[in-house]
């Protein structure tokens, strides 16, 4: 099968970036920030240099937001935009907005008229929480998309409507920073933020959230009264519970985010390792097959350290269905040159250890920005999509390695691309306490994933069956989901799976909010009774307000 896929899904290759998108992503100076609790104050030095922006908020827009309905030639591309097919909404208008002013007007419009919204960024949700079939309104952020230095907060200030790769080339062009975001470049900032984004330097300086400094937010309070609130995490800022909120508890609960502030993000290495090492399905037997998941699994739980050597490798290891040919390993090394390349060999050769070696390595070293800009490598691609996910404590057990191994070989489903993606984690991510930000998963060594892709809209009950029972299997032991406790931690909020709500497939009695939220959970529901008492703004796995 072509690595551009098949009229029946997307080729190997591609199987992993899905994952990667939803998200997903060096021995540097002592002075480099690194991602410890976010501290007060500390900001970095004003910039001599503004970069040129080609894409400040846009002149074209008329006062006021842009209202493309299904009439206008411009509506077909507005509600396609993003990264998967599986749903596909039909509201009665796009909102384009260019400015805070304008989220404000279109809020207010959808508030009086009753009418059900939402917002897009980026356009990387796996469920329909923008794509419903109850939204008449979308406000689409992506003319907001500058990005500056804010002299007077002491911040970098970023819209909520850009993409990763224009943060990245920005911040890094105009003064040599970056933020540990996700993978692929195409992802936007206002989803990503909100639920705790990762990358491939989150090992290294942990989480995009732990650098934000302050929100701006269009809020809607018990009156109806519509307003935009700035919201830092100062002690002493009366509106503080809101920027918490955003630093973990997931988009499209307590407002529109307008713009992002971030403090003190750290200086990127001069160049990064990138990486992609195959391990053929031919000849693997289950018992080399084992072997392999396990040395993996064995070296994620040796080099979780915030303080480890290797917290500079990132890694994401996509365990394919048997059609796909191979296994996929993909990443990059954030370590000087020399060093880097011991330490990928060193990964791998622990890895390949008494089992089968790659059938192909491939290594690049980039000037850091290129390596950031191309990300996993690929588009996510133009397919349907279900996205499972959990945080691991340890290593898999050999009865979920063995469950692994029976979903990607079984011969009763036509599945092609399916796959367990096994991500390294923790590292910086694990020095912050887990009520510090809203993101409480702060002890895990590997982010699991389990993924289906498909092409056409009939595949859909063979392939939701088939990553259905991977994943229930895998957790059988809890319910059929990852239960906080000794070997798992939860499910990520940024690969929402409306499931983990039903108890048809969540038999554990354990709540979707507690599997996301873990005991920030309480905190996240007063904060959403005080910022959007009416819940106007929500969706399958959005905080309720109760009470």
Not at 148 to 154: A, K, L, P, V
Not at 233 to 245: I, Q, S, T
Not at 265 to 290: K, Q
Not at 400 to 422: C, F, K, N, W
Request: hydrophobic letters at 40%; glycine letters at 10%; aromatic letters at 8%.
């Amino acid at each position: 099968m072509s690595s551009n896929g098949s009229a029946k899904g997307p080729g190997r290759r591609a199987i992993v970036r899905a994952a990667a998108a939803a998200g997903a992503a060096a021995a540097l100076a002592p002075s480099v920030a690194s991602a410890a609790v976010p501290k007060d104050g500390g900001a970095a030095a004003a910039p001599s240099v503004v970069p040129e922006d080609g894409s400040a908020a846009p002149a074209w827009l008329p006062d006021g937001p842009l209202r493309v309905t299904p009439d206008d030639p411009r509506y077909a591309y507005l509600v396609a935009r993003g990264a998967s097919n599986r749903f596909r909404g039909r509201p009665e208008r796009v909102c384009l907005v260019g400015s805070t002013e304008d989220v404000v007007r279109a809020v207010r419009e959808a508030v009086a008229s009753g009418a059900r919204l939402a917002v897009r960024s980026g356009g990387h949700c796996f469920e329909d929480f923008v794509d419903h079939p109850d939204i008449t309104t979308v406000i689409d952020m992506s003319p907001m998309r500058e990005v500056t230095f804010d002299e007077q907060r002491r911040a970098y200030a970023v819209e909520a409507g850009a993409t990763l790769g224009e943060v990245y080339q920005k911040l890094y062009l105009g003064w040599g920073v970056t933020v540990p975001a996700g993978y692929h470049a195409e992802v936007g900032v206002g989803g990503h933020v909100p639920g705790g984004g990762y990358g491939p330097l989150c090992r290294l300086f942990g989480l995009v959230s732990d650098y934000l400094y302050a929100v701006e937010v269009v809020v809607v309070d018990r009156a109806g009264t519509v307003r935009a609130v700035v919201a830092t995490r100062e002690r002493d800022d009366p509106h503080r519970d809101l920027w918490w909120a955003h630093t973990g508890g997931g988009g499209g609960t307590f407002g529109v985010v307008t713009r992002f502030w971030f403090r003190s993000p750290p200086t990127p290495p001069a160049t990064a390792l990138t990486f992609t090492a195959e391990w053929s399905w031919e000849g693997m037997d289950e018992e080399r097959f084992s072997r392999m998941v396990r040395n993996h699994g064995r070296w994620a739980e040796r080099h979780a350290a915030a303080t480890d050597p290797n917290a500079a490798l990132y890694a994401e290891f996509a365990l394919t269905r048997r059609a796909a040919g191979a296994h996929l390993l993909l990443g990059q090394v954030a370590a000087e040159p020399g060093r880097d390349r011991r330490l990928l060999d060193a990964f791998l050769h622990a890895v390949s250890e008494g089992t089968a070696r790659p059938a192909r390595v491939t290594t690049r070293r980039l000037p850091w920005l290129d390596a950031a800009l191309r990300g996993s490598g690929e588009a996510v691609g133009d397919w349907h999509i279900k996205i499972k996910s959990a945080f691991l404590r340890r290593r898999l057990t050999d009865r979920q390695i063995a469950v692994v191994h029976r979903h990607l070989t079984r011969e009763d489903t036509g599945v092609l691309a399916g796959s367990v993606v096994v991500n390294t984690y923790g590292g910086a991510v694990n020095a912050v306490p887990s009520d510090a930000t809203a993101m409480p998963h702060r002890d895990s060594v590997l982010k699991l994933s389990c993924l289906a892709s498909w092409a056409e809209p009939e595949q859909a009950p063979e392939y939701l069956a088939w990553i259905r029972a991977c994943y229930g299997d895998l957790f059988a032991d809890t319910g059929g989901v990852p239960v906080p406790g000794p070997a798992a931690d939860g499910a990520f909020i940024n690969y929402p799976d409306t499931d983990l709500a039903d108890p048809h497939w969540n038999t554990s009695g354990t709540p979707w909010e507690t599997l996301y939220h873990k005991d920030n959970h309480a905190r996240l529901r007063e904060a959403k009774r005080r910022w959007d008492p009416r819940d106007v703004f929500r969706h399958a796995l959005s905080i309720r307000p109760g009470g």
